[in-house]
């Protein structure tokens, strides 16, 4: 990722500053409680487990890494069986052929460097540079900014910020991002703004936060922790100011 600290057009750096993602997290924390991050596992297993969470619920894409882990408890076992057997046994994530396709690119590659270990691994990422990893992930087709990020942070613990969904919603709601934002410039303006020390709890709180309180649909903003400092909640008071038409906006009522 670039250095550079580009600014998103349209607003001035200065409401981003206005929040401190340590003041984000400590509010959130207050709400929803200390996080839990996910338990260590091999890179591998955590990028193989973030392919399947991609578009899915947790419920699907735990469903289908037990069933994955139960019927193929060695990856080798994965390249060996028919292809239609791994779409059956990932079914539960959905979108089963195309991750299956994914799933085996990256196995095939990894073969080829098996011969020098005794079974498929990621673990020498532990000893990469960030960048250098975050691109050798990115070189497995299937493999996005989020994948990637995610392992980054969750397997090898390194300072990378997931953008997903719930994120990125909330944090353009909040004013941290600009109107229009790609996912990549969402991924460059987060990650180079939230210190490192606070990207994984940043990352985990605004996906609660995301799920529980900043609905896509109907915001339950007078339940928010973060209202008082809120671009989106802000609008609604202007228009609310500025219009009889109250019932347009109701949100958390
Ligand atoms: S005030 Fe509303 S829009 Fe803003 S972060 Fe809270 S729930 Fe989301």
């Known amino acids: 990722m670039s250095s550079a600290k580009p600014q998103p057009s349209g607003m001035s750096w200065e409401s981003f500053e206005g929040w401190k993602p340590a003041e984000i997290c400590r509010r959130l924390r207050e709400v929803y409680g200390p996080i839990q991050p996910p338990p260590p596992e091999p890179v591998l297993d955590s990028l193989i487990r973030t392919v399947l969470s991609q578009h899915t619920s947790a419920s699907g894409c735990q469903a289908a890494w037990a069933n994955l882990r139960r019927r193929f408890p060695r990856w080798q076992a994965v390249l060996q069986a028919p292809m239609a ?31 020098h ?34 392992v980054l942070l969750f397997a090898c613990g390194r300072p990378v910020l997931p953008v997903d969904t719930h994120v990125h919603r909330v944090a353009q709601r909040l004013g941290l991002l600009p109107a229009k934002c ?14 490192a020390r606070w990207i994984l709890e940043f990352h985990l709180q605004l996906i609660r936060h995301g799920r529980l309180t900043c609905l896509a649909r109907r915001p339950r903003c007078r339940l928010c922790p973060l209202a008082a400092k809120c671009a989106f909640w802000r609008k609604i008071g202007e228009f609310r100011k500025n219009t009889t038409n109250r019932k347009a906006f109701s949100f958390g009522k």
């Open 117 to 150: 270990q005794s079974d498929f691994s990621l673990d020498f990422l532990h000893d990469w540079p960030t960048e250098k990893a975050l691109e050798y992930l990115l070189h497995f087709p299937g493999v996005g900014l989020k994948t990637a990020a995610c």
């Open 182 to 195: 790609s996912a990549s410039k969402a991924h460059q303006l987060l990650g180079q703004q939230v210190p």
């Open 85 to 115: 057997e791994l779409v059956r046994v990932i079914r539960p994530a959905g979108l089963a052929w195309q991750r299956a396709r994914t799933i085996r690119a990256i196995l095939q590659e990894l073969q080829q460097l098996k011969a």
